[in-house]
């Protein structure tokens, strides 16, 4: 498991945390699964058509929309007045059979004190078909997807405080897991301990056509931990935090 620099990786912070939030794509689960490119595929796909695109046009438009709007999904709502529902359905109409359970997770989840929740900008169906697969759905409180965002994406600060109200959270007392550093800038200002989830060095998982901007700002002061293993980042906080096994021993399996 990789962890940030010592001085910044004080676990005993997560004592207060009363409320774990996680992203969804490539964060519940590794990179090496190659199941977010089956979405970005399909983007590219739903793009080329909607504006008569080749492959590159619209592989090129899907990524100036995502860095310019922070999903795909807003700029085309904003530039072509695509219907959401739409597009959610076609992107998220994909094959999730490459993920398995994963136990180890399921039961780290189940000794986290308090709430969880999995905050995506994708959307609720597509967020429950992934937890059925790793078998952790019954871990999590509720989701909170893209549409209860009214569609603006992460790190936007009145998404943040939606989510709040909706759920009656305190960010102070709360976690967030995210794949994405930009993303826990907001959090990080609303006092909410940080935590990147990155791939494993070894094996080279992640997307080597990934663009430098995305992976800026892994080492930003914002980030107050670094790991490449969730559920071994989560057996440590705990350990370190003294929580209990559950009072159940019914976790999945």
Do not use: C
């Not at 977010?36 to 929309?65: C, H, N, S, W």
């Not at 004190?113 to 871990?139: C, D, F």
């Not at 989701?143 to 405080?161: L, Q, R």
């Not at 959270?169 to 550093?181: G, H, K, S, V």
Request: charged fraction near 25%.
């Amino acid at each position: 498991m990789t962890v940030a620099a010592p001085v910044r990786s004080d676990l005993s912070r997560f004592a207060g945390v009363d409320t774990w939030i996680f992203d969804l794509d490539n964060t519940l689960y590794p990179p090496s699964t190659a199941l977010f490119p089956q979405i970005e595929v399909k983007m590219r796909t739903f793009v080329g058509r909607l504006l008569d695109l080749d492959e590159a046009e619209a592989r090129a438009l899907q990524k100036q929309y995502y860095r310019r709007y922070g999903t795909t999904l807003r700029g085309l709502m904003t530039e072509h007045g695509v219907k959401p529902e739409d597009f959610l359905s076609f992107v998220h109409d994909i094959d999730h059979s490459a993920l398995t359970p994963d136990h180890r997770l399921a039961e780290a989840l189940a000794r986290l004190p308090g709430k969880r929740y999995i905050m995506t900008s994708g959307s609720r169906s597509h967020a429950s078909a992934v937890a059925s697969r790793l078998a952790i759905e019954h871990h999590f409180d509720d989701v909170f997807d893209i549409i209860a965002a009214d569609y603006i994406p992460k790190p936007a600060a009145e998404t943040y405080d939606r989510f709040w109200k909706a759920t009656g959270i305190r960010p102070e007392r709360a976690a967030m897991f995210e794949d994405l550093a930009r993303n826990l800038e907001t959090p990080h200002a609303f006092g909410m301990r940080t935590v990147l989830v990155v791939p494993p060095e070894e094996g080279g998982h992640e997307d080597p056509e990934l663009p430098d901007w995305e992976r800026a700002g892994r080492t930003a002061a914002h980030i107050e931990h670094v790991t490449d293993d969730l559920a071994g980042f989560l057996e440590a906080v705990l350990d370190v935090i003294g929580a209990p096994a559950p009072a159940s021993a019914a976790v999945a399996r």
